[in-house]
């Protein structure tokens, strides 16, 4: 960037262009540039003002707004431009408090202290504003009260008359700390006194937050009524107070039985102004009215609405308050409280600070806790502390290993004895891994150890199986099927037996097990089954039992959101719910449980009505959805947020129905309550994208730009992505071409990933089709209305070929029509091959001229293009960025972080094909340094590509020699299948000698300890006989045939065998 700013600004141009320059790149947003023309200017005028105060102000205020709350580069970033200014007499009042504002959103007091020295040296007096910020610097951890008092005492000395931002300010110190309410109180009544000033909306949301805090419910409602008395008695009052405000005092009023109080505030929010609310979200205005029935109808009891008043505030009631809110909370309320305080009053058992500090990694905790058992020092919170640890990690086996130490240490420290708690962990440890098999184990352990089993058991074990069947069953046997039904078992013996409650929770986990089941391949099939005739009987009652299981579920749901307790369900139950009928694709069903939902009286939030529309989107059924969305925002006044009408529009973009998804979006802007905006276009086009529609997708973004005035990259990435379902790379470049020259926009690595896969989705149709071609040309039988010329290149059907083909009824004629066409289809290949290659190397460095910084995926799809191209040479050259070679050819630096097992496999395919020797002899070198680098271990399919690429290139000697280091090379031992392919490169290479000391290296317990399969044996015993060694051919012939089941040794394998081949004979006999 830096010679591309030094280029655009000439030597000879006068100080108006300059600051042009500038304000240009700050209303384009390239903050980077402006500042490095700044800095050139700075540089090429050190002793001259070259820039405005105006410009260098503009500059300080867009760095100021990406200012975070901390002191970072950008931070440092405006210090020094302040520094600058101030010594080019560039900084006025203004420049000051920008950078003051930028010192408080950072709360750094040293920086703003260094501010205000400046200011003094050049004898600038700070205003009300310079101060505000100072103070708000103090707002840090408890609040730094005495030197936010001494500014606030200086600011009055000066002269300087505080604002209504010096007083936030102060307040905001305060409330940094507890114990605090009655100098914040003073501090507003002297300012309004003395200063005439009123509060603002954040003057009254601190204080009253600060008294609810404090449990200070009484002051909160004196102050607010003092507040109101500084307005006139009017119809409609500009009360300086968010409803959400009023709605948290009402709340703990009501929890008091303050019921004066609450209605006093609840007629406030009928007075106030509407203006005042305007802000305020639809969930404010539905607890408004929520709050105003429950005191209209005097009720304490019901949960909390806004605000949760703790029983710490009982201090400060009168003993008559006291008894009232006694009074009207209920039994069950109480006891819970009850429970709640015992519980903080109780030591915690979880989790041990002292052990978290010792060692943060598990590996350490375990050796912590090893040195503190064999001291005796250890108690129960530390192991409780590791196995929390084990639990979230997923480590079982640390996990249990801890446990049998926490039983043996409890026979001398009966303290120390695992409780249900420890259990849990272990349950833990097996859900998110999503192993079930030790599941029944642990929980058998825990009933013959007499715990007793609580909610956690239960919806821990849920969820094991919910992860079961989300990792696609870890590798088990048994089948989704069977998963369930384990642990609807295991939820039924719960409730019934160990007479556990249903909560929220396990209600969620019950809902998400039915979810995941539908989500698996073998769980739930929507499609009919027209013929069963081809079907077992076994099959048949599988997917009996299935459709029963399903049907069960379907109850299920409807009894428990129907009977439950109101105190057992939440939105995120009822979403769950509706997440299954989504997967189900139930609309009717779905429509149902929202009546349902209604009914009980709890709130669909966006994620409800979003999987609503889904449903409706994966059923076609886009009018319902349509409907139900007018119904909404006519009947019921609801406005459509963006995520809800954008997750609609995004799932008819996933279920490829871009035609709904306009018309959705259609529907939306035609309506006049939403105003369409970037994250609304884009889901239209993205649809149009998943089918391969370039046209269209232009189409919605040239009327998003006409529109919006502006396009953003992720809308051309949505483009390109209709390039890749098209094959077309040629459009994706122009896609490119247009990004390029747009102002404003700017390539990421998303879109030149997308454009290279558009040239791997060409490559691979273009060999599909010349092997169809192959095919086609030698099939006699070949019938013309059989083929599929859906995604057919026009190219090959173009010109005279087309014209020969469609007259040729001879097989002769035939075949000189094809010898004579295929030296220019085997051209034109070549020469699209070198179009590519070319494109995207041009790519690679428009990426490095653009800063743009390629990543795994694009490495791996430039190589995948020319691989399935056919382009040897154009692999090794693309891979050969990814090595830097030094002194010659034989020193090289992989850049590991870039290269993927495809890459590797590619290029090792490449170099095969072009006998390149050297380059395959030094790949084993290449894979050790990647291994070392990233720490991981190379695939099978790499390794034995490497294998058949020394084999191909008569180096099978460098594959015996690799055997011996190979756990130090790769990080694993050799497998037995690489032992067989070594066994069978020196059986090829005529090398039989080497066959016998690789066999036994593979068994020997000090190398590697493998133990041979049937292929093993057969490699060995074909060795012996190439030798004549008959002896011992027979004998591990014998031995093959002891430790290796007849099923496992192929007829084929016999075959490479003499005596399997006289084996083969005499059986026949």
């Known amino acids: 960037m830096a010679k591309d700013v030094d280029k655009s600004l000439p ?29 050139t200017l700075h540089r090429r005028n050190p002793d001259k003002t070259v820039l405005w105060p105006y410009t260098y102000n503009l500059l300080l205020r867009h760095y100021c707004k990406q200012q975070k709350t901390i002191a970072n580069t950008n931070l440092a970033r405006i210090l020094a431009l302040l520094d600058v200014m101030v010594a080019q007499g560039c900084a006025d009042q203004a420049s000051y408090q920008v950078a003051m504002a930028a010192c408080s959103r950072a709360r750094h007091l040293p920086s703003a202290q260094r501010v205000l020295e400046k200011m003094e040296a050049v004898g600038q007096q700070p205003d009300a504003r310079i101060y505000g910020f100072l103070i708000n610097c103090c707002a840090r951890k408890q609040g730094k009260v005495a030197m936010a008092d001494e500014y606030f005492d200086e600011m ?305 074990v849920l969820k094991a199986h919910t992860m079961n069947l989300k990792d696609g069953l870890n590798g088990s046997s048994q089948t989704p099927l069977t998963t369930v039904m384990q642990a609807l078992s295991f939820y039924e013996w719960c409730t019934e037996n160990q007479k556990l409650n249903t909560g929220a929770a396990t209600y969620y986990s019950l809902f998400r097990l039915f979810v995941t089941y539908l989500e698996t391949p073998d769980g739930h099939s929507s499609s009919p089954v027209e013929d069963d005739s081809g079907v077992s009987s076994d099959e048949k009652d599988t997917e009996s039992q299935e459709g029963e299981l399903v049907a069960w579920m379907t109850e299920f749901i409807t009894t428990a959101c129907r009977d439950a307790p109101l105190g057992s369900l939440d939105t995120g139950v009822f979403n769950s719910a509706f997440d299954f009928y989504h997967r189900l694709g139930d609309v009717d069903g779905s429509f149902a449980l929202f009546n349902l939902m209604k009914k009980r009286g709890v709130e669909p939030d966006d994620s409800t009505l979003g999987l609503m529309f889904a449903t409706c989107a994966s059923q076609q059924q886009f009018e319902v959805g349509l409907n139900f969305l007018d119904h909404l925002m006519t009947a019921e006044g609801y406005k459509p947020t963006l995520k809800v009408l954008s997750g609609a529009i995004q799932l008819c973009a996933n279920s490829k129905n871009p035609d709904g998804a306009l018309e959705l979006f259609r529907a939306i802007e035609e309506s006049g309550t939403y105003t369409p905006t970037v994250e609304t276009y884009e889901p239209v086009v993205f649809a149009y994208g998943r089918v391969g529609n370039v046209s269209s997708a232009w189409e919605i973004a040239n009327e998003m730009e006409e529109k919006l005035g502006r396009v953003s990259v992720s809308i051309y990435n949505r483009i390109l992505l209709a390039c890749v379902e098209a094959a077309l790379p040629g459009r994706a470049l122009d896609v490119l071409g247009v990004i390029r020259h747009k102002e404003g926009v700017r390539a990421d690595v998303i879109s030149f990933n997308t454009a290279l896969e558009a040239f791997v989705r060409a490559g691979e149709r273009a060999a599909w089709w010349r092997k169809n071609n192959v095919g086609w040309e030698e099939d006699a039988d070949f019938d013309d209305d059989n083929e599929d010329e859906e995604g057919l290149d026009v190219e090959y059907l173009d010109g005279k070929m087309t014209e020969d083909m469609a007259n040729v009824n001879d097989p002769n004629a035939l075949e000189e029509v094809r010898k004579k066409e295929t030296p220019d289809i085997e051209q034109e290949h070549l020469e699209k091959a070198l179009w590519a290659r070319v494109s995207i190397i041009d790519l690679l460095e428009e990426m490095q001229r653009s800063r743009v910084k390629p990543d795994m995926t694009t490495y791996e799809r430039a190589i995948a293009t020319c691989s399935v191209n056919e382009d040897s040479e154009g692999v090794i050259a693309i891979f050969d960025k990814l090595i830097d070679r030094k002194r010659g050819h034989q020193a090289v630096a992989l850049k590991s972080d870039l290269v993927s097992d495809s890459s590797f496999s590619a290029y090792l395919v490449a170099c095969t094909a072009l006998q390149d020797k050297d380059r395959i002899v030094e790949a084993p070198t290449l894979l050790h340094k990647w291994h070392t680098t990233t720490g991981q271990i190379p695939p099978e399919f790499v390794v034995m590509q490497l294998l058949d690429s020394l084999e191909g290139l008569g180096e099978w000697h460098s594959a015996v020699r690799m055997l011996p280091n190979w756990q130090k090379l790769f990080g694993v031992p050799p497998s037995v299948d690489v032992f067989n392919r070594v066994m069978e490169m020196c059986n090829c290479a005529g090398e039989h000698q080497l066959v016998a000391p690789i066999f036994a290296t593979m068994q020997d317990a000090a190398a590697y300890r493998i133990y041979p399969d049937a292929e093993s044996y057969i490699q060995r015993i074909y060795a012996e006989e190439q030798r004549e060694n008959w002896v011992a051919a027979t004998d591990l012939f014998v031995e093959m045939r002891k430790k290796c089941p007849s099923e496992g040794i192929s007829h084929q394998q016999l075959q490479k065998i003499a005596l399997g081949r006289y084996r083969l004979r005499q059986s026949q006999h």
């Open 156 to 460: 009055l000395c000066t002269g300087v008359k505080p604002t209504v931002l010096v007083t936030n300010a102060m307040l905001r110190v305060y409330s940094r700390d507890s114990g605090r309410s009655k100098l914040m109180l003073d501090l507003v009544n002297r300012l309004r006194e003395e200063y005439g000033l009123v509060p603002d909306t954040v003057t009254t949301r601190t204080l009253v937050y600060y008294l609810l805090c404090e449990n200070d419910v009484d002051t909160a409602v004196e102050y607010l009524r003092r507040v109101v008395s500084d307005f006139p008695f009017d119809e409609a009052i500009n009360l300086p107070v968010k409803r959400q405000v009023m709605n948290s005092l009402i709340d703990a009023c009501r929890q008091r039985g303050d019921w004066n109080s609450a209605e006093y505030v609840c007629t406030l929010v009928k007075r106030t102004e509407e203006d005042n609310f305007a802000t305020d979200s639809s969930t404010s205005v539905r607890d408004t009215e929520k709050l105003e029935q429950l005191v209209v109808h005097r009720d304490a009891s019901s949960p909390s609405v806004a605000w949760t008043l703790k029983e710490q505030g009982l201090s400060r009631m009168s003993r008559g308050d006291r008894e009232t809110f006694f009074r009207n909370r209920n039994k069950e309320e109480s006891v819970q409280r009850a429970l709640e305080q015992m519980g903080q009053r109780a030591p915690v058992s979880r989790v041990d600070g002292s052990i978290e500090k010792l060692s943060v990694k598990l590996e350490g905790k375990l050796r912590v806790l090893d040195e503190m058992v064999q001291t005796k020092s250890a108690s129960a919170r530390e192991f409780n502390a590791v196995l929390s640890t084990c639990g979230r990690q997923g480590r079982l086996t640390d996990a249990v290993a801890v446990l049998d130490i926490m039983k043996k240490y409890a026979e001398s420290m009966a303290d120390c004895a695992p409780t249900t708690w420890s259990y849990n962990t272990l349950l833990n440890a097996c859900a998110v891994r999503g192993d079930i098999d030790q599941v029944e184990s642990i929980i058998n352990e825990m009933v013959d150890n007499d715990l007793l089993l609580d909610q956690v058991t239960m919806n821990t």
């Open 11 to 39: 030597l000879d141009r006068g100080r108006r262009f300059y600051n042009r320059r500038v304000v240009e790149a700050l209303e384009k947003s390239d903050i980077n540039r402006a500042g490095a023309i700044v800095e």
